[in-house]
């Protein structure tokens, strides 16, 4: 079998280097238009690749404007139940399937997801409010995750060892631990996926994390029900290519089946029932491990691969190169609004360059555009739900209570029926509960720290340990980073971003302490074994 070499997507990067970056901005413009014509219309479930009806709909707005985006399926926990028995049935035959095929079968995936790609990451910024370019990269994204995990199935030849040991010419009358034999032991060592997976996707990157996930799962031989997001935070759409993207390439019916509707009913199904071998999540901390502690105290035994969330800190050093640390730091913090995991949410300064760190900030804070995402100047777009506003205006009250409001704190009218709020920089004693909650929101708290070692501690000092940053350029003080902090994933001296923006096949994006389980990432080597169980099987002849 002839290897394929794993490349990333890059659009933007691709267009932009190639001097085509007009084209890049008419292609969006022209989805954005195309998919508007589709918006309104009533969309069904799908289970054993049958559209199914519940007797409730759904209706999703866009948080940009409260477009009407669609009418989708309440669905209920006999939806739920429905589609278990669905992929129950579909398990046996596509575990069956041979690696290579199943690889085959995403690459033709990945392919398809490419060619709508603008389709895609259009609908995507409408639904959940996100910039041209965080959507398409979103898109690319999941394309690479198909891709790389086809990759790693077909270079570990589909996770199956054999070995054997020899026969002896030495007989032994009874058996006994390292008894020789007469006869030679031949052994399979196989990885055997689970069974039926729940996949429950978060609002605020819905496409790749959610094709992500998934393709972990069914890739790897298990079948999937999977639920996009659908309460405050909708992204059933999306949700919805994805089921649509997978059929055109070719998935059978019955291995992927998409199921909308809250979580207190398609989720919690998920978790009670016996049926459900895995769940895949990514979400709340709160949620993940109450998942977890009621299935376990049920007495079910499920295997979980769940992301829980970040409360990301950035050391910036007084030999740090201070406007590339402005720059990482203002653009993990307020890009889309920080409703990522991975936003950085505190930051340490020493004391020596602190105000003229958060001077820069404010300017540079000051420089982000506030709007309609849709268009290409803007850089920070909606909050995705009324409660994403209470979380912003409850942090700006406690900080300016307690603390200092440095810059933000506002709502900002834009003419758009919408929730679009500032950035806000604040600076609040250590132990204060902004410091250790996580927001989901974009305020950013500052602090200032004297020695070197204290600013790691304090960026040590949460239940989480998902990112993480430093600017230095100081050899002792990047070791001292590298070899105490506490976060899977981490990043030094990044003039992009300071926490965020993980590359499939570059870096591997993981959780330490409270923000994962397993403490194995999503573009990993490592990822896919997740998913299956060992088996050893030995025959002797």
């Not at 990301?312 to 609004?337: E, H, P, Q, R, Y």
């Not at 709502?411 to 996580?438: F, M, N």
């Not at 790691?456 to 350029?473: C, E, I, Q, R």
Request: with cysteine.
């Amino acid at each position: 079998m002839a290897k394929i070499a794993f490349g990333n997507e890059f659009t933007y990067k691709k267009f932009v280097e190639s001097g085509k970056e007009q084209e890049f901005d008419r292609l969006f413009d022209d989805a954005v238009n195309s998919v508007k014509k589709e918006f309104g219309r009533k969309h069904p479930m799908y289970i054993g690749g049958k559209e199914v009806f519940a007797s409730d709909t759904l209706t999703e707005r866009s948080p940009i404007d409260g477009t009407v985006i669609g009418q989708f399926q309440k669905g209920t926990r006999e939806h739920a139940r429905q589609a278990i028995k669905a992929a129950q049935e579909a398990f046996e035959e596509w575990s069956a399937t041979g690696y290579a095929e199943r690889a085959s079968l995403f690459r033709k995936a990945a392919d398809v997801f490419s060619s709508h790609k603008f389709e895609l990451s259009a609908i995507l910024s409408f639904e959940n409010g996100k910039s041209r370019y965080e959507s398409v990269g979103e898109v690319d994204e999941a394309i690479d995750f198909i891709r790389y995990y086809a990759n790693e199935l077909e270079i570990n030849k589909g996770y199956l060892r054999k070995t054997s040991l020899q026969r002896s010419t030495t007989k032994v009358s009874a058996g006994f631990q390292g008894a020789p034999s007469t006869r030679e032991e031949k052994v399979q060592i196989r990885m055997v996926p689970y069974g039926v997976f729940g996949v429950i996707a978060p609002f605020n990157f819905p496409v790749s994390i959610s094709a992500g996930m998934s393709t972990g799962a069914m890739i790897t031989g298990n079948t999937v029900v999977f639920k996009p997001s659908s309460s405050d935070s909708m992204t059933m759409l999306v949700g919805l290519k994805i089921y649509e993207y997978l059929k055109e390439a070719g998935i059978p019916a019955g291995v992927f089946n998409y199921v909308t509707g809250p979580g207190s009913e398609v989720g919690d199904e998920f978790v009670v029932n016996r049926d459900v071998a895995g769940i895949v999540f990514t979400g709340s901390r709160a949620v993940g491990t109450g998942m977890i502690m009621k299935a376990y105290g049920l007495g079910l035994q499920k295997t979980f691969v769940v992301e829980m969330g970040g409360k990301n800190a950035v050391i910036v050093s007084k030999n740090a190169d201070l406007d590339m640390a402005v720059s990482g730091v203002a653009s993990a913090a307020f890009g889309f609004d920080g409703q990522k995991c991975s936003a950085t949410s505190r930051v340490y300064v020493h004391d020596s360059i602190k105000e003229m760190f958060i001077s820069k900030l404010i300017d540079k804070a000051r420089s982000f555009r506030i709007g309609n995402p849709l268009d290409k100047s803007v850089y920070m777009g909606p909050l995705i739900s009324n409660n994403a506003l209470k979380t912003y205006a409850d942090a700006i009250d406690k900080a300016k209570s307690s603390g200092r409001l440095l810059y933000g704190g506002n709502r900002i009218d834009t003419g758009l029926d919408g929730l679009y709020v500032e950035p806000a920089i604040v600076e609040v004693r250590p132990d204060h509960e902004l410091v250790r909650k996580e927001l989901f929101v974009p305020v950013l708290i500052v602090q200032g720290y004297k020695d070197f070692d204290d600013a790691v501690n304090l960026a040590n000092d949460v239940d989480y340990g998902l990112t993480a940053g430093l600017y230095s350029k100081n050899r002792k003080e990047i070791l001292a980073f590298i070899n105490h902090v506490q976060a899977g994933t981490v990043y030094l001296n990044r003039d992009t971003s300071a926490t965020t923006g993980a590359i499939v096949g570059l870096h591997t994006f993981v959780g330490w302490k409270g923000s994962s389980v397993g403490g194995k990432g999503s573009g990993s080597k490592f990822y896919l074994q997740q998913f299956m169980r060992e088996q050893s099987i030995s025959l002797t002849k």
